[in-house]
């Protein structure tokens, strides 16, 4: 497996702000925003996404689909194996957010579990299984508020957030999923 790169300098940082506040950005999008070429955007881009240091994937909606249930993560683990634990918590398609907590001993994680079948098998069977996992503590999110996905870690400026937020959303229609909706998501989380 290879390795992920840790190591962001100040332009990679902000090129992932961009990404991460607007992630249908494209490269000239991004480029516009932060004021440097395309090139540099792709150029600076194209090794965290083939080293998978960033991943592109999609998210539903627990606003818009209600079998979701979101849920927060604390996991103790041993510190030699945290890493490992981390990485592969990274990889469900359910997962929103992953984290190793200062201590080196802890994950927080995020994840919008697919139903109480789905919750069960990770809290009552997955986790017991893993040796390396000590202890954990589930919370379920009552409200999800969307404007956490905006945050840019102070890394934009408020003229750069601007260009990519111009104005708040109206009300969203009234949404139903189709089953060939959820089959078409179900591709777009694989890749």
């Not at 080293?51 to 996991?75: C, E, G, H, Q």
Request: hydrophobic share 45%.
């Amino acid at each position: 497996m290879q390795k992920v790169r840790h190591d962001l300098d100040a332009t990679d940082r902000r090129i992932t702000a961009v990404l991460l506040a607007s992630p249908r950005a494209s490269w000239r999008s991004v480029a516009e925003v932060l004021g440097v070429s395309e090139r540099t955007v792709v150029r600076r881009a194209a090794p965290l996404f083939h080293d998978r240091t960033l991943r592109a994937t999609a998210v539903r909606n627990p606003a818009r689909f209600p079998y979701l249930i979101p849920t927060v993560l604390r996991i103790r683990c041993r510190p030699n194996r945290i890493a490992t634990i981390a990485a592969g918590l990274a990889r469900r398609p359910d997962t929103v957010w992953v984290d190793i907590l200062g201590g080196g001993d802890e994950i927080c994680i995020v994840l919008f579990l697919n139903g109480r079948d789905a919750r069960d098998k990770l809290l009552l069977r997955d986790l017991p299984a893993t040796a390396a996992v000590r202890s954990w503590t589930s919370y379920d999110l009552l409200k999800v508020f969307p404007g956490g996905f905006a945050w840019s870690a102070g890394l934009l400026t408020g003229e750069e957030s601007g260009q990519l937020w111009p104005s708040a959303d109206p009300a969203p229609e009234p949404f139903s999923p189709l089953p060939e909706d959820e089959a078409l998501i179900d591709a777009l989380v694989e890749d």
